[in-house]
Protein backbone atom coordinates (compact mmCIF):
# COMPACT_ATOMS: atom_id res chain seq x y z
CA UNK A 1 0.00 0.00 0.00
CA UNK A 2 1.22 3.44 -1.04
CA UNK A 3 2.73 5.84 1.97
CA UNK A 4 4.09 9.20 2.42
CA UNK A 5 6.36 10.46 4.70
CA UNK A 6 7.50 14.30 5.19
CA UNK A 7 10.53 15.00 6.50
CA UNK A 8 12.49 18.04 7.63
CA UNK A 9 13.00 20.41 10.45
CA UNK A 10 10.26 21.33 12.29
CA UNK A 11 11.93 25.30 13.61
CA UNK A 12 12.95 27.72 10.76
CA UNK A 13 14.44 31.28 11.90
CA UNK A 14 12.08 33.57 10.23
CA UNK A 15 13.59 35.35 6.53
CA UNK A 16 15.35 31.53 6.15
CA UNK A 17 14.06 29.01 3.99
CA UNK A 18 11.98 26.25 4.54
CA UNK A 19 12.64 22.90 3.01
CA UNK A 20 10.59 19.66 3.15
CA UNK A 21 10.77 16.11 1.40
CA UNK A 22 8.16 13.67 0.79
CA UNK A 23 8.77 10.43 0.33
CA UNK A 24 6.59 7.76 -1.21
CA UNK A 25 6.96 4.32 -0.18
CA UNK A 26 5.39 1.34 -1.81
CA UNK A 27 5.20 2.77 -5.77
CA UNK A 28 6.91 4.71 -8.02
CA UNK A 29 6.57 8.64 -7.95
CA UNK A 30 6.70 8.39 -11.82
CA UNK A 31 3.38 6.94 -12.07
CA UNK A 32 1.73 9.19 -14.94
CA UNK A 33 -1.56 8.60 -13.56
CA UNK A 34 -0.73 10.83 -10.46
CA UNK A 35 0.23 14.43 -9.85
CA UNK A 36 2.15 14.69 -6.01
CA UNK A 37 1.11 18.11 -4.01
CA UNK A 38 1.79 19.84 -0.88
CA UNK A 39 -0.86 21.55 1.30
CA UNK A 40 -0.82 23.27 4.75
CA UNK A 41 -2.79 23.97 7.94
CA UNK A 42 -1.86 26.40 9.98
CA UNK A 43 -3.01 26.44 13.78
CA UNK A 44 -6.31 27.95 13.61
CA UNK A 45 -7.50 25.44 10.91
CA UNK A 46 -8.39 24.95 7.32
CA UNK A 47 -6.49 23.64 4.15
CA UNK A 48 -4.60 25.50 1.83
CA UNK A 49 -3.43 24.24 -0.92
CA UNK A 50 0.48 25.33 -1.66
CA UNK A 51 0.87 23.54 -5.12
CA UNK A 52 1.48 20.28 -6.76
CA UNK A 53 4.10 18.79 -9.20
CA UNK A 54 3.68 15.81 -11.76
CA UNK A 55 6.68 12.78 -12.98
CA UNK A 56 8.31 15.17 -15.80
CA UNK A 57 8.38 18.44 -12.91
CA UNK A 58 5.87 20.13 -14.53
CA UNK A 59 4.38 21.91 -11.65
CA UNK A 60 1.55 24.49 -10.21
CA UNK A 61 1.94 26.96 -7.75
CA UNK A 62 -0.38 28.80 -5.58
CA UNK A 63 -0.46 32.30 -6.83
CA UNK A 64 -0.43 33.65 -3.31
CA UNK A 65 2.96 31.92 -2.70
CA UNK A 66 4.82 31.33 -5.64
CA UNK A 67 7.29 33.98 -6.19
CA UNK A 68 8.41 32.25 -2.83
CA UNK A 69 8.35 28.51 -4.02
CA UNK A 70 9.92 25.88 -5.59
CA UNK A 71 8.61 22.23 -6.04
CA UNK A 72 10.95 19.34 -7.46
CA UNK A 73 11.00 15.84 -8.05
CA UNK A 74 13.36 13.11 -7.74
CA UNK A 75 12.54 9.97 -9.11
CA UNK A 76 15.83 7.89 -8.86
CA UNK A 77 14.90 8.68 -4.58
CA UNK A 78 11.21 8.29 -5.12
CA UNK A 79 10.79 11.98 -3.48
CA UNK A 80 9.56 15.11 -4.41
CA UNK A 81 10.30 18.54 -2.36
CA UNK A 82 9.14 22.01 -1.25
CA UNK A 83 11.19 24.84 -0.52
CA UNK A 84 9.87 28.35 0.82
CA UNK A 85 12.02 31.43 1.00
CA UNK A 86 11.92 34.36 3.25
CA UNK A 87 9.36 32.28 5.88
CA UNK A 88 7.20 34.25 8.70
CA UNK A 89 5.16 33.85 11.37
CA UNK A 90 2.52 33.06 8.59
CA UNK A 91 4.09 30.07 7.41
CA UNK A 92 3.86 28.26 10.46
CA UNK A 93 1.83 25.69 9.82
CA UNK A 94 1.05 21.29 10.10
CA UNK A 95 2.80 20.71 5.97
CA UNK A 96 1.11 17.50 4.69
CA UNK A 97 2.18 16.02 1.60
CA UNK A 98 -0.54 13.92 -1.19
CA UNK A 99 -1.45 12.03 -3.93
CA UNK A 100 -3.61 13.65 -6.44
CA UNK A 101 -5.48 10.76 -8.18
CA UNK A 102 -8.53 12.11 -10.55
CA UNK A 103 -9.59 8.18 -11.42
CA UNK A 104 -11.74 9.58 -14.63
CA UNK A 105 -9.55 11.32 -15.82
CA UNK A 106 -9.82 15.24 -16.30
CA UNK A 107 -10.11 17.84 -13.19
CA UNK A 108 -12.67 15.26 -11.30
CA UNK A 109 -10.07 13.82 -8.48
CA UNK A 110 -8.76 14.22 -5.04
CA UNK A 111 -5.73 13.98 -2.75
CA UNK A 112 -6.17 10.16 -1.69
CA UNK A 113 -3.16 9.11 0.33
CA UNK A 114 -1.88 11.62 2.65
CA UNK A 115 1.41 11.93 4.63
CA UNK A 116 0.78 12.16 8.36
CA UNK A 117 2.27 16.13 8.19
CA UNK A 118 4.84 17.73 9.80
CA UNK A 119 4.68 20.77 12.19
CA UNK A 120 6.65 23.35 11.23
CA UNK A 121 7.48 26.49 13.60
CA UNK A 122 8.85 29.43 12.48
CA UNK A 123 10.43 31.52 15.41
CA UNK A 124 14.23 32.84 15.96
CA UNK B 1 -9.35 32.79 -7.56
CA UNK B 2 -12.41 30.81 -7.11
CA UNK B 3 -13.76 31.09 -3.07
CA UNK B 4 -15.32 27.67 -1.68
CA UNK B 5 -17.90 28.84 1.27
CA UNK B 6 -19.08 25.89 3.43
CA UNK B 7 -22.41 26.47 5.88
CA UNK B 8 -22.46 25.79 8.33
CA UNK B 9 -19.45 26.64 10.67
CA UNK B 10 -20.94 23.80 13.41
CA UNK B 11 -23.47 21.49 12.76
CA UNK B 12 -24.82 19.56 16.12
CA UNK B 13 -26.25 16.57 15.51
CA UNK B 14 -27.22 12.95 17.47
CA UNK B 15 -26.06 10.02 16.70
CA UNK B 16 -28.03 7.84 14.66
CA UNK B 17 -29.62 11.15 13.24
CA UNK B 18 -28.34 12.65 9.22
CA UNK B 19 -26.59 15.74 8.64
CA UNK B 20 -26.36 17.45 5.34
CA UNK B 21 -23.35 19.68 5.06
CA UNK B 22 -23.17 22.54 2.12
CA UNK B 23 -20.64 23.96 0.10
CA UNK B 24 -21.26 26.89 -2.57
CA UNK B 25 -18.42 27.67 -5.34
CA UNK B 26 -17.79 31.57 -6.35
CA UNK B 27 -18.31 30.60 -10.10
CA UNK B 28 -18.95 27.43 -11.48
CA UNK B 29 -16.56 24.12 -11.10
CA UNK B 30 -19.05 21.64 -12.63
CA UNK B 31 -18.36 18.31 -10.95
CA UNK B 32 -15.07 19.55 -9.84
CA UNK B 33 -15.58 18.59 -6.15
CA UNK B 34 -14.21 16.81 -3.18
CA UNK B 35 -14.97 16.20 0.23
CA UNK B 36 -12.51 15.32 3.07
CA UNK B 37 -12.87 14.31 6.59
CA UNK B 38 -10.53 15.52 9.35
CA UNK B 39 -10.38 14.33 12.80
CA UNK B 40 -7.81 16.01 15.44
CA UNK B 41 -4.81 15.30 15.04
CA UNK B 42 -5.12 12.98 11.77
CA UNK B 43 -4.40 13.97 7.97
CA UNK B 44 -7.85 14.56 6.13
CA UNK B 45 -9.08 11.60 4.51
CA UNK B 46 -10.98 11.29 0.98
CA UNK B 47 -14.07 11.22 1.23
CA UNK B 48 -15.92 11.82 -2.03
CA UNK B 49 -14.42 13.27 -5.80
CA UNK B 50 -16.20 14.14 -8.52
CA UNK B 51 -18.63 15.74 -6.88
CA UNK B 52 -20.42 11.76 -5.79
CA UNK B 53 -18.17 9.34 -6.41
CA UNK B 54 -17.04 7.62 -2.97
CA UNK B 55 -13.47 7.42 -2.55
CA UNK B 56 -12.09 3.49 -1.82
CA UNK B 57 -13.55 1.91 1.15
CA UNK B 58 -16.12 4.95 2.02
CA UNK B 59 -19.12 3.34 2.81
CA UNK B 60 -22.54 4.14 1.39
CA UNK B 61 -23.63 6.49 4.26
CA UNK B 62 -21.84 9.19 3.04
CA UNK B 63 -23.22 10.56 -0.26
CA UNK B 64 -22.49 13.56 -1.76
CA UNK B 65 -24.37 15.70 -4.81
CA UNK B 66 -24.54 18.69 -6.40
CA UNK B 67 -22.53 20.35 -9.61
CA UNK B 68 -22.03 23.80 -10.72
CA UNK B 69 -21.95 26.21 -7.79
CA UNK B 70 -23.93 24.05 -4.94
CA UNK B 71 -22.84 21.10 -3.36
CA UNK B 72 -24.23 18.89 -0.61
CA UNK B 73 -22.64 16.02 1.97
CA UNK B 74 -25.17 14.14 3.24
CA UNK B 75 -24.87 11.35 5.55
CA UNK B 76 -27.04 9.27 7.51
CA UNK B 77 -26.83 7.46 10.50
CA UNK B 78 -24.56 8.93 11.94
CA UNK B 79 -22.18 6.62 14.17
CA UNK B 80 -19.75 8.59 16.15
CA UNK B 81 -16.67 8.07 14.68
CA UNK B 82 -18.01 10.42 11.77
CA UNK B 83 -17.79 13.36 14.12
CA UNK B 84 -15.28 15.70 12.62
CA UNK B 85 -14.32 18.52 10.47
CA UNK B 86 -15.53 18.25 7.08
CA UNK B 87 -13.97 19.61 3.74
CA UNK B 88 -14.58 20.45 0.29
CA UNK B 89 -12.33 21.34 -2.25
CA UNK B 90 -12.01 22.32 -5.81
CA UNK B 91 -10.40 21.39 -8.62
CA UNK B 92 -11.77 22.98 -11.44
CA UNK B 93 -9.41 25.99 -11.78
CA UNK B 94 -5.84 26.47 -10.41
CA UNK B 95 -4.87 27.30 -7.98
CA UNK B 96 -7.56 24.07 -5.61
CA UNK B 97 -8.98 25.94 -2.94
CA UNK B 98 -10.75 24.47 0.48
CA UNK B 99 -13.62 25.28 1.72
CA UNK B 100 -13.18 26.88 5.69
CA UNK B 101 -14.58 23.65 6.94
CA UNK B 102 -17.57 22.58 8.82
CA UNK B 103 -16.91 20.55 12.46
CA UNK B 104 -19.81 17.95 12.85
CA UNK B 105 -20.23 17.92 16.85
CA UNK B 106 -22.29 15.64 19.10
CA UNK B 107 -25.60 17.09 20.23
Known amino acids: QLQLQESGPGLVKPSETLSLTCTVFGGPITNSTYYWGWIRQPPEGGLAWIGSIYYTGRSYYNPSLSFRLAMNIDASKNQFSLKVNSVTATDMAVYYCARWAAPGGGHAGGFDIWGRGTEVTVSS | EIVMTQSPATLSVSPGEGATLSCWASQTISNNLAWYQQKPGQAPRLLIY???TRATGIPARFRGSGSGTEFTLTISSLRSDDFAVYYCQQSNNWPYTFGQGTKLEIK
Open chain 2, 50 to 52: GAS
